[in-house]
Structure formats: structure tokens, C-alpha cells
């Protein structure tokens, strides 16, 4: 976050991210103590992430917004936060949140009737973003690079994803 980031997060009565790892800057900014008044809401809290044996930067998948339900989950975490800090508006926040959740369903319902005539089964990704898609929908992914958008490729990776892709076609 920028200096004007920080200053501005000082007067904020709630903090929403992500989680999973994704805000490595999170742990300082904690530790700070000068944020004591602000609520900090961890929207993939007990969201039960999926994890990835083979990756060191980021063991834990953050990209739940991907799966339309988990996105449902982090909705109501959130309003539930904001009630919490504007208890007045609760209405106003119930009602918001429930449309939203009903506009995930109707996203969710769209990729299943969507997906039912595929004929294949697979993704290939550049980075591996599509974990809770892929599990809720039935998607392999075959991603070229690990969760980290800025993870490095080899040529030896590039080789054997173009080899994947046309022995799968």
C-alpha cells in the first residue's frame, strides 16, 4: 500500500482483504498498532483453503472469488463486518448482501448449464488460479506457472505444456 494508502486506512472503521496469504504486507501492518481501531476482516476465514504441496511462496490458493459460492461465503463475511461497525444500517447491508448472493447464484447456475456441453474437461492457465473453479465445476487445471502470477517459467515448463496441450488437444 502507498504512504496516502496507509493514512487513509487510519480512518476506516473496517479493512476488507483477501487472505490466503495474498497481502503479504498484512503481518506488519498488524503488528503496527496503529490500526487498533480499525476491524480487519480476512474474507477467506475458514473458508477451508486448498492448498498446494509444491508451492513455496503461496502453499495456500487465495483465489476463492473464482468459485461463486466461496464468493457467497466472503459476501457475508463482509456484510457481517459491517453490521458490525454500523449496526443502524444493518438492514441496508442484509439486503445488499443477499441480492449480491442471489446474482452468485445465478452465476453459478449459468457456469454449470454452460459446462454441461463441453466436451472437454480441462484448462490450461498461465498461473495457477482456477483451484476452487476447477473443484466446484469439475475442471482440471493444468496450469503452465504455480499460484504466484509472477512465477517464473522455464523453457523445460513451456515445453511440456505445449506437449500436454496437443496430446489432449
Not at 445488499?96 to 453459478?108: F, I, P, R, T, V
Not at 465445476?137 to 502470477?149: F, K, R
Request: proline share 4%.
Amino acid at each position: 500500500p502507498s504512504t496516502g494508502d496507509l493514512i487513509a486506512l487510519q480512518a476506516a472503521d473496517v479493512f476488507v482483504y483477501n487472505g490466503g496469504g495474498m497481502e503479504p504486507f498484512l503481518g506488519k501492518l498488524l503488528d503496527s498498532g496503529e490500526y487498533s481501531d480499525v476491524l480487519f476482516v480476512d474474507s477467506t476465514q475458514n473458508l477451508g483453503l486448498i492448498t498446494h504441496e509444491d508451492e513455496h511462496d503461496h502453499p495456500s490458493d487465495p483465489h476463492v472469488w473464482l468459485d461463486p459460492i466461496s464468493a457467497k461465503d466472503q459476501v457475508m463475511m463482509i456484510k457481517d463486518a459491517l453490521i458490525k461497525v454500523d449496526a443502524q444500517n444493518a438492514q441496508y447491508y442484509e439486503d445488499n448482501a443477499n441480492a449480491y448472493s442471489a446474482k452468485l447464484d445465478g452465476l453459478d447456475s449459468k457456469i454449470k448449464s454452460e459446462l454441461a456441453s463441453c466436451a472437454k474437461d480441462t484448462i490450461v492457465p498461465f498461473h495457477n488460479a482456477f483451484s476452487y473453479f476447477g473443484a466446484r465445476y469439475g475442471i482440471h487445471i493444468h496450469a503452465l506457472s504455480g499460484i504466484a502470477p509472477e512465477s517464473e517459467v522455464t523453457a523445460s515448463d513451456l515445453k511440456e505444456t505445449i506437449d500436454f496441450i496437443r496430446e489432449n488437444q
